[in-house]
């Protein structure tokens, strides 16, 4: 009789940072999100504020929130204020994606939890990937 032996299982590989992406222009939410998820992220992308309340309800935590600040229904500090709300949302990482941030806007935003603000229409996505996959790597 012949016995089978089982190839050896490995464990699956550790997986990737979670990350809320609220960002209303579809194409550069697309583009970001494909480079998030080629780096090993899971990546959930909204479009606006409801639909970012609505993803932190429902879906398991987030390892960091990625906001944009003009979206159509709400601002991305109002949507981080009702997060921040949330205990167990208290602590996750947040960085600002805009090119509409205001001195005192930075202020209120550290206060809140953001770890960085970045302008937009300076920086390439693989640069806004590497950030936030850095800030996601400090938080652990």
């Known amino acids: ?3 089978i032996a089982m190839p050896p299982t490995t464990p699956p590989p550790p ?3 979670r990350i809320l992406l609220v960002e209303d222009d579809q194409m550069f939410g697309d583009i970001l999100k494909k480079r998030f998820t080629a780096s090993g992220a899971t990546i959930v992308h909204v479009p606006n504020g409801k ?3 609505a993803a932190v309800e429902k879906e398991a935590l987030f390892d960091l929130l990625l906001l944009d600040v003009s979206l159509p229904d709400m601002d991305g500090f109002e949507i981080l204020k009702r997060i921040r709300s949330v ?5 996750i990482p947040a960085i600002i994606v805009s090119n509409f941030v205001k001195e005192k806007d930075l202020e209120w935003g550290q206060k809140m939890g953001v770890v960085k603000f970045v302008q937009k229409s300076s920086v390439m ?3 806004i990937i590497d950030i936030a996959l850095s800030a996601c790597a400090k938080k652990t």
């Open 1 to 3: 009789m012949y016995t």
């Open 15 to 17: 997986a990737g940072p």
């Open 51 to 53: 639909d970012a309340l």
């Open 87 to 91: 205990p167990a949302c208290g602590k």
């Open 125 to 127: 996505p693989g640069e």
